[in-house]
C-alpha cells in the first residue's frame, strides 16, 4: 500500500496507535490539527508523517487537504464529522471515523453512495471492537436455529486497581467534561419486553453491583438508548437489551452527589469568572448560609441523601479532597461544571507508572429451539502499558487504524454510511484484530 495516502483529523491520546498501524503498512498519513504543535508531537518519530495545521471549518481549506489524499480518517469531535464527510463526497474520497452514526451523518448516506465512497463509522472500542463480537455471537446462534431472550453488554475504561487511588475510583487520560456530561444522559433500554427509561438526574442511583470476575468490584448503569440495537444487532426476539457503563463501586453514589449540588450544571455563574477560593464558590452554588465547612455541610445534607453515617462521611471526605471547602483558588471556567472539570483534571490524572484497564462483557441469554436455555458470555479485560499505550488508546486506535487499511486495500467495499453490523465486514477485521492481540474471550457458562 506504498501509493495510499491518509489524512488523519485530530491528535488526541488514541490517535498515536492509528497512525503507527497506517505508517508501518507503508501508507502515508498528513496529520492535521489546528495547531502545528500538537500535529508535530504525534509524528515525532513516526515515518511516512507529514504535520500540518487546518482549521476543518474553513471549507476551501478542508477540500484541498481532502483532495490529496485516499481517505479521510475524522477524530475529532462528532459534532465535525459531518462538515468532513460533506468535503469526502465533493472530492469523492473514503472516511473512517469512530463515532457513532449521528443523524447528520446518516443524512448523507445517499450522497455517498452516489459519489461512490465508503464511510466507515463506529470503529473503535465502543462503539467498535463491541459490535464485532456481539454481532458474532448473535450470528453463530441464529445460524443454529436460536432465540437471543436477553442481550446485556457493559464496557468500562478505568484505572487498574492499584491506580483507583482516589474517592471517585477514576481517572481521566481525557477531557473530563464530556465523561461528566455523560453522566446527565437519560438511558432507555428494553427489560422484559417493554422500554424502561431512567432520567439523567437519576442515573447514578440506578447503578448496580454487576459480577464479570469476584475481584473487581464493579457496578453497572445503562448508557444512553440502548433500544435501536434491536434492530441494529438484528434481535427482534430480545425481551432485554441494556448496553451500559462499569465503574468501582462507590462512584456512582459520588457523582450522584455532585449532580444534587449542582455541580454538573451548565448554568453561566458571574461569580465562577473570577479566582475566587472554592469554599466561596461552594457556597454561592448551595446557596449556603456562609463558607464555613460545618454550614457547607449542613446545606449538602438538605439537598442530597446517604445511604448510612458511613456513606456521608465518606462522600464528604471525597468532597474535601476535592478541595471544595478549602481556600485553594478556583479555576474560573464561568458554569460549575467547567470549573469542577478543571479541578478534577489537576487531581485525577494518571501518575507516572499508572496504567489503565479496559473491561468489556456481553452476556447473552439463550434458548434454543428444543426449549434448552444457555447462557454466553464475550469479554475482554485489558491493562494498559505504563511504557507504550494505554488499554483505552490501544482498543480504539488499532482498529480504527486496521479498518482503514481495509477500506483502502478494498476488504472492505460497500459504498455509503457504514458500522461494522455485518459478518462480511467484520470477520476480516476480527482476524486482522487478533494479529494485534485483540479478541474476546468467549465463553458457555450454563
Avoid at 481549506?61 to 464529522?81: C, G, M, N, Q
Avoid at 469476584?214 to 440502548?226: C, L
Avoid at 456521608?312 to 478549602?326: E, N, P, V
Avoid at 482498543?395 to 483502502?408: S, Y
Amino acid at each position: 500500500m506504498d501509493s495510499k495516502s491518509v489524512l488523519l483529523l485530530g491528535a488526541g491520546f488514541v490517535t498515536r496507535p492509528t497512525v503507527e498501524v497506517l505508517s508501518d503498512a507503508g501508507i502515508k498519513v498528513t496529520v492535521a490539527c489546528r495547531t502545528l504543535e500538537s500535529a508535530k508531537k504525534l509524528c515525532h518519530n513516526i515515518k511516512f508523517t507529514t504535520p500540518i495545521s487546518l482549521d476543518v471549518t474553513d471549507t476551501k481549506a478542508l477540500d484541498t487537504e481532502v483532495r490529496k489524499v485516499d481517505l479521510v480518517v475524522s477524530l475529532i469531535p462528532y459534532t465535525f464529522h459531518a462538515a468532513v464527510i460533506k468535503s469526502a463526497i465533493r472530492e469523492k474520497k473514503h472516511v473512517v471515523t469512530t463515532s457513532y452514526i449521528s443523524p447528520a451523518m446518516m443524512e448523507l448516506d445517499a450522497d455517498a453512495k452516489a459519489a461512490g465512497i465508503t464511510v466507515m463509522n463506529e470503529i473503535g472500542l465502543d462503539p467498535g471492537v463491541d459490535h464485532l463480537y456481539a454481532v458474532k455471537s448473535i450470528d453463530e446462534v441464529h445460524k443454529a436455529g436460536g432465540k437471543i431472550v436477553t442481550f446485556l453488554s457493559y464496557c468500562g475504561g478505568l484505572p487498574a486497581p492499584e491506580a483507583s487511588n482516589n474517592p471517585l475510583g477514576y481517572k481521566f487520560s481525557w477531557s473530563s467534561r464530556g465523561v461528566l456530561l455523560a453522566l446527565r444522559n437519560t438511558a432507555k433500554y428494553y427489560k422484559d419486553g417493554k422500554v424502561e427509561e431512567i432520567p439523567g438526574p437519576e442515573l447514578m442511583a440506578s447503578a448496580k453491583p454487576y459480577f464479570i470476575f469476584p475481584g473487581f468490584a464493579f457496578v453497572a448503569y445503562p448508557n444512553r438508548d440502548s433500544t435501536p440495537f434491536k434492530e441494529r444487532y438484528n434481535i427482534p426476539e430480545a425481551q432485554t437489551i441494556i448496553r451500559g457503563t462499569l465503574r468501582y463501586q462507590g462512584n456512582p453514589e459520588f457523582v450522584r452527589v455532585l449532580v444534587d449540588l449542582g455541580f454538573l450544571s451548565e448554568g453561566k455563574y458571574d461569580f465562577l469568572e473570577k479566582p475566587i477560593s472554592w469554599k466561596e464558590a461552594t457556597q454561592k452554588v448551595l446557596n449556603a448560609s456562609s463558607a464555613n465547612a460545618p454550614d457547607l455541610e449542613q446545606t449538602i445534607s438538605s439537598k442530597t441523601s446517604f445511604a448510612s453515617a458511613d456513606e456521608k462521611a465518606r462522600i464528604l471526605t471525597g468532597l474535601r479532597w476535592i478541595g471544595l471547602f478549602s481556600d485553594e483558588k478556583i479555576t474560573p471556567r464561568g458554569t460549575p461544571l467547567d470549573t469542577l472539570c478543571a479541578t478534577l483534571e489537576q487531581k485525577m490524572q494518571y501518575g507516572p507508572g499508572e496504567r489503565d484497564l479496559v473491561m468489556l462483557q456481553h452476556k447473552f441469554e439463550i434458548e434454543w429451539a428444543d426449549g434448552r436455555k444457555e447462557t454466553r458470555t464475550s469479554t475482554l479485560c485489558e491493562y494498559g502499558d505504563p511504557k507504550g499505550y494505554s488499554a483505552m488508546a490501544k482498543l480504539v486506535g488499532i482498529p480504527c487504524g486496521v479498518a482503514i487499511k481495509q477500506v483502502l486495500d478494498g476488504t472492505i467495499s460497500e459504498k455509503g454510511i457504514l458500522a461494522p453490523m455485518t459478518p462480511k465486514i467484520n470477520n476480516p477485521l476480527m482476524a486482522e484484530l487478533k494479529k494485534y492481540g485483540i479478541e474476546l474471550t468467549e465463553e458457555t457458562l450454563a
